[in-house]
Nanobody, 121 residues
Framework: HVQLVESGGGSVQAGGSLKLSCAHS????????MGWFRQAPGKERELVST???????TYADSVKGRFTISQDNAKNTLYLQMNNLKTEDTAVYYC????????????????WGQGTQVTVS
């Protein structure tokens, strides 16, 4: 049974930083790996960043150079360091985990955390 629990959200002024955490249990790191998604009011959920079993990372163009995804295997925790935050980063951020191995099908049906609100003003 996979459980994902996010924390670290909050309110911050533009230009500020936040670090999100996702404590996970029951998850076996796969090629698809884990990631962060976000959903702003009135918009669809979008992919922010992923990290795979071999440490390969991906980022949405909108966050490249500002956000960093990382994983602490000893603590079973996924992180998202967010710097130089912008108002358009305001959203609910979700941790996701996928135990799949087929790249084209990654995140079709992942496990989800409950989400954590990030508000940038």
């Amino acid at each position: 049974h996979v459980q994902l629990v996010e924390s670290g959200g909050g309110s911050v002024q533009a230009g500020g930083s936040l670090k999100l955490s996702c404590a996970h249990s029951g998850y076996i790191f796969s090629r698809c790996g884990m990631g962060w998604f976000r959903q702003a009011p009135g918009k669809e959920r979008e992919l922010v960043s992923t990290i795979s079993r071999d440490g390969t990372t991906t980022y949405a163009d909108s966050v490249k150079g500002r956000f960093t995804i990382s994983q602490d295997n000893a603590k079973n925790t996924l992180y998202l360091q967010m710097n130089n935050l912008k108002t358009e980063d305001t959203a609910v951020y979700y941790c996701a985990a996928d135990m799949g191995w087929v790249p084209d099908r990654c995140y079709e049906n992942p496990y989800w955390g409950q989400g954590t609100q990030v508000t940038v003003s």
